[in-house]
Structure formats: structure tokens, C-alpha cells
């Protein structure tokens, strides 16, 4: 006999991908109005999809600000492309994404390169069957032609690499005021390289984390005698205008105390505010 029964457990919204930390949009008030505050925790998740229209809306919405603040002070990195997503509503111009990216070919690199610029492809809505064609003509350029053309051991090297924006989307005319600290790492740093070599915007904050030259793309492995599991990164990517021994440093450093993080200070928003302000 079947019965209706009543049990206690954990709310699905709190489990899963739910309690990952989302990108998300917030406002704070400055003297005249409110100032849209666009927060990435990262740049990568399992919805790419998603991720490209919530973008399109916060800069189809805030089309008309004379400002907004992007915030990766906890963003550790991810996917480049997923930050070129967002760079491409700063600037209708062609922008140098690196100076130098260098990859050390091996078999397992390939593996996981192909992996990767296929799921890019399906992240796209392309059909599989097209998948196999050459990379030049599914991509954005021969990159993963010169991967598979070159011998295992050899370096496969792009230098002064250019990224297009998309033509379709608006470029935002406003003033951007982009937030770092000493949590902003890997891609990152991308973002705020690029951000600061073009002149997209004022950067705030304190030093990156991350440097500007630094090795790049991990890939596991499984050692054979050990067993032991390991990432271990195969490419060398430096940033336009990095220097290897440095993170990136914003054009205005802001200094906290140990009070200030004791008693939630944020003094990034309230330099964000002095300057709009003085607008």
C-alpha cells in the first residue's frame, strides 16, 4: 500500500550549482543618482549561454549610465574568452589580448586543446558534424591548426595576439571604473591588462595576485609510477605591458588597514564615489 509521506531535507535551491557564487549585478548610491556595479567572481561556469545574456542585459540596461563599475576583486581567473565576452561592450577596436603566448606541444596537451575548442563550438550551437572541419574555419583564427601541425616538443608561438570585438554589440560610452585586489588572478588579470593597455577605463584597487607574465593553461596528468593526479600548466602567456615580477598595479592604489577589513570598509567603492562625485 502506498502513502503520502512528509520528510524534512535540504531545499534544492541551496544545493548544486545554486550555491556556486554567481556573477550579479548590484547598485550603489552616489551624489545624483545610483551607480551600476557589475560583479564577476570568475570567469568560467557551466552555462555559457546564460552568462552572454545576462551581459547583453547589464550593458543593454545601462546603456544610457554615465558610469559603471565592473568588480573583480574575487574573480581567481578562468577562461580568457570569457573575459573577452565582457571586454567587447568597452571598445569597438581591435585590442592586443597578449604579447606573447607560448605552448609547449605534447600529446596530452592536444587532447585536452581539442576538448576544449570543441566544447566551444557546442557552447555555440554548432552541429557536430562540423566539428572536424579545418579550425580556421570554425574559429577565430588558425590557432588550433598550428597546434595540431606542430611535432610533440616543439613550442607552437603567438606574438602580439589581436582579439575582434563582435561587431553586433553596443560599445558602452560611459566612464568604467575597474575593481582589482590581491584576490584577481590568471584570466583575471587578463581582463585588467587589457583594460588599462587600451585605456578602457580608471583601474582601482590593490596589486593583482597574479602577475602579468605567468605560466598558464594546466592540464592534468597522472604520474605513471605514483599514480598522483596533477595539474601541470604547459603555455607561458605574457600580457600587454607586464612586467614578471609584478602583478598588475591599478592606476590608483588604495591602501587598507587591518580596521578597515575588521570593520567592512569598502574603500574601493567609496574612491569610486569620491571621483564620480568630482565628475
Given at each position: 500500500?502506498?502513502?503520502?509521506?512528509?520528510?524534512?531535507?535540504?531545499?534544492?535551491?541551496?544545493?548544486?550549482?545554486?550555491?556556486?557564487?554567481?556573477?550579479?549585478?548590484?547598485?550603489?548610491?552616489?551624489?545624483?543618482?545610483?551607480?551600476?556595479?557589475?560583479?564577476?567572481?570568475?570567469?568560467?561556469?557551466?552555462?555559457?549561454?546564460?552568462?552572454?545574456?545576462?551581459?547583453?542585459?547589464?550593458?543593454?540596461?545601462?546603456?544610457?549610465?554615465?558610469?559603471?563599475?565592473?568588480?573583480?576583486?574575487?574573480?581567481?581567473?578562468?577562461?580568457?574568452?570569457?573575459?573577452?565576452?565582457?571586454?567587447?561592450?568597452?571598445?569597438?577596436?581591435?585590442?592586443?589580448?597578449?604579447?606573447?603566448?607560448?605552448?609547449?606541444?605534447?600529446?596530452?596537451?592536444?587532447?585536452?586543446?581539442?576538448?576544449?575548442?570543441?566544447?566551444?563550438?557546442?557552447?555555440?550551437?554548432?552541429?557536430?558534424?562540423?566539428?572536424?572541419?579545418?579550425?580556421?574555419?570554425?574559429?577565430?583564427?588558425?590557432?588550433?591548426?598550428?597546434?595540431?601541425?606542430?611535432?610533440?616538443?616543439?613550442?607552437?608561438?603567438?606574438?602580439?595576439?589581436?582579439?575582434?570585438?563582435?561587431?553586433?554589440?553596443?560599445?558602452?560610452?560611459?566612464?568604467v571604473y575597474l575593481l582589482v585586489s590581491h584576490k584577481t588572478n590568471s584570466a583575471a588579470v587578463v581582463f585588467a591588462s587589457?583594460?588599462?593597455?587600451?585605456?578602457?577605463?580608471?583601474?582601482?584597487?590593490?596589486?593583482?595576485?597574479?602577475?602579468?607574465?605567468?605560466?598558464?593553461?594546466?592540464?592534468?596528468?597522472?604520474?605513471?609510477?605514483?599514480?598522483?593526479?596533477?595539474?601541470?600548466?604547459?603555455?607561458?602567456?605574457?600580457?600587454?605591458?607586464?612586467?614578471?615580477?609584478?602583478?598588475?598595479?591599478?592606476?590608483?592604489?588604495?591602501?587598507?588597514?587591518?580596521?578597515?577589513?575588521?570593520?567592512?570598509?569598502?574603500?574601493?567603492?567609496?574612491?569610486?564615489?569620491?571621483?564620480?562625485?568630482?565628475?
Amino acid at each position: 500500500q502506498e502513502q503520502m509521506v512528509e520528510v524534512f531535507g535540504i531545499d534544492g535551491a541551496i544545493t548544486g550549482e545554486e550555491t556556486e557564487k554567481k556573477y550579479r549585478e548590484y547598485e550603489v548610491e552616489v551624489d545624483g543618482g545610483v551607480l551600476p556595479v557589475l560583479e564577476i567572481p570568475k570567469f568560467s561556469f557551466d552555462n555559457r549561454p546564460a552568462y552572454d545574456r545576462f551581459m547583453a542585459r547589464f550593458f543593454a540596461n545601462h546603456s544610457d549610465k554615465p558610469a559603471i563599475v565592473i568588480d573583480l576583486r574575487e574573480n581567481p581567473g578562468g577562461d580568457g574568452r570569457w573575459a573577452y565576452e565582457v571586454l567587447d561592450y568597452l571598445t569597438d577596436e581591435p585590442y592586443l589580448s597578449h604579447e606573447r603566448f607560448d605552448f609547449r606541444i605534447s600529446k596530452p596537451f592536444v587532447d585536452v586543446a581539442t576538448f576544449s575548442f570543441q566544447r566551444g563550438l557546442w557552447e555555440k550551437g554548432w552541429p557536430r558534424l562540423l566539428w572536424w572541419l579545418p579550425r580556421s574555419v570554425v574559429g577565430e583564427d588558425n590557432w588550433m591548426d598550428r597546434i595540431e601541425a606542430a611535432d610533440i616538443g616543439e613550442y607552437a608561438v603567438d606574438h602580439d595576439g589581436l582579439h575582434h570585438p563582435d561587431p553586433d554589440k553596443s560599445t558602452y560610452q560611459g566612464e568604467v571604473y575597474l575593481l582589482v585586489s590581491h584576490k584577481t588572478n590568471s584570466a583575471a588579470v587578463v581582463f585588467a591588462s587589457i583594460f588599462a593597455h587600451h585605456e578602457m577605463g580608471t583601474t582601482i584597487g590593490r596589486e593583482t595576485g597574479g602577475r602579468t607574465v605567468f605560466t598558464s593553461d594546466s592540464i592534468p596528468i597522472v604520474m605513471p609510477n605514483t599514480q598522483l593526479f596533477v595539474w601541470i600548466p604547459v603555455a607561458k602567456l605574457a600580457l600587454p605591458g607586464g612586467e614578471s615580477k609584478r602583478g598588475y598595479v591599478p592606476d590608483i592604489p588604495v591602501v587598507y588597514t587591518m580596521e578597515d577589513y575588521l570593520n567592512g570598509h569598502d574603500k574601493d567603492l567609496e574612491k569610486v564615489r569620491e571621483l564620480i562625485n568630482i565628475m
